[in-house]
């Protein structure tokens, strides 16, 4: 009988973790978006525009990083790579979470990256975005919904595998 109650117990325990697992998981990254917010951005190497300008043409990629972030700064040769191969299919758009707007300009000439690097409302976007973790990637459709959302740096790889889902037939 003691083995039994032992069981049960123990069973009960792992779901409790699980459960609690979950439930952070959820509230960590806050809840899943389904429909990408709009946001004003302040072009630094493209023109001013908005998510719902870019995401209306078609699939748009959208990082959202810092220049003091490791990770964030890691994965950007590899966003460079997939912008050559894929930025005539696929909108690309890193905004910066940067405090002090004026230090993106400089990083991005000092690293000689093309793709199209942004700035903007750092509080509304954290907001609307729920942004508590950088790097984040987001694929958002035509259609302004979003397909996948991504948090953590991504390989060249995995990155490529994210970009193919807005590209392959639903």
């Given at each position: 009988?003691?083995?039994?109650?032992?069981?049960?117990?123990?069973?009960?325990?792992?779901?409790a973790v699980l459960a609690i697992g979950g439930f952070y998981m959820l509230f960590r990254h806050g809840d899943p978006l389904?429909?990408?917010?709009?946001?004003?951005?302040?072009g630094v190497n493209a023109p001013n525009t908005s998510i719902y300008k870019l995401s209306g043409e078609k699939p748009l990629f959208l990082n959202i990083w810092a220049t003091w972030?490791?990770?964030?700064?890691?994965?950007?040769?590899?966003?460079?790579?997939?912008?050559?191969?894929?930025?005539?299919?696929?909108?690309?758009a890193a905004i910066s979470m940067d405090s002090?707007?004026?230090?993106?300009?400089?990083?991005?000439?000092d690293h000689g990256f093309t793709f199209p690097i942004y700035t903007g409302d750092v509080d509304k976007l954290s907001k609307?975005?729920?942004?508590?973790?950088?790097?984040?990637?987001?694929?958002?459709?035509?259609?302004?919904?979003?397909?996948?959302d991504?948090?953590?740096?991504?390989?060249?790889?995995?990155m490529e595998q994210f970009l193919l889902k807005a590209l392959s037939p639903k």
């Open positions: 009988m003691k083995k039994i109650a032992l069981i049960v117990v123990s069973v009960i325990a792992v779901l389904k429909h990408a917010p709009d946001e004003a951005i302040v972030c490791p990770p964030c700064v890691g994965e950007m040769p590899a966003i460079e790579k997939m912008y050559k191969k894929y930025g005539d299919r696929i909108h690309f002090d707007p004026a230090v993106v300009p400089d990083f991005v000439s609307d975005y729920s942004i508590d973790v950088i790097p984040r990637s987001i694929l958002i459709g035509p259609d302004g919904v979003v397909i996948e991504h948090f953590g740096a991504m390989s060249e790889e995995k």
